[in-house]
């Protein structure tokens, strides 16, 4: 039964192929049809890897889990990496908040995992409102891969 369970979910995982689907469009009709496919898309779409959404309850939870990463974890690493190569020392101590401050270097020493669907949901209503507002934006003449925009007034 577990087995035929993760056959399920694998198959349900997968992009879907059909006309309607975001992954589709993407790639077959361009960005601005994305974009507004997104924008119309009535649920919201958690990261897949949540616990609430593994169990389904995602739409109904307002709880924050956290749960801290382990140090040796390769997520700990990914993240310090990311972290470290984005530390630029020559930018710290400008502004009020850091006057006085001459670090040369950053050290993560903990990591937090949070799960919030009351603030993933506010996150979500907001992509959407600024996928909406970029799927109406029109093409500017003399960028790279870009066209002009035809109008029923300057083609078809």
Not at 32 to 43: G, I
Not at 45 to 61: E, F, Q
Not at 101 to 128: C, M, Q
């Amino acid at each position: 039964m577990e087995k035929l369970r993760r056959s399920v979910e694998e198959i349900l995982d997968q992009p879907e192929n059909d006309e309607t689907s975001a992954e589709y469009i993407k790639k077959t009709r361009g960005c601005q049809p994305y974009l507004r496919r997104l924008a119309s898309e009535e649920t919201v779409r958690y990261p897949s890897y949540w616990k609430c959404v593994l169990k389904g309850s995602a739409d109904r939870k307002t709880t924050v889990k956290r749960k801290l990463i382990e140090p040796q974890s390769s997520a700990f690493r990914e993240i310090e990496n990311l972290v470290q190569k984005t530390w630029e020392a020559n930018n710290v101590g400008h502004g009020r908040d850091a006057v006085g401050l001459s670090h040369s270097g950053i050290v993560v020493k903990k990591i937090w995992w949070i799960e919030n669907p009351t603030l993933f949901r506010k996150y979500d209503a907001k992509k959407k409102e600024i996928c909406s507002l970029a799927a109406e934006c029109r093409s500017v003449k003399g960028l790279p891969g870009e066209s002009p925009v035809l109008t029923r007034h300057h083609g078809t």
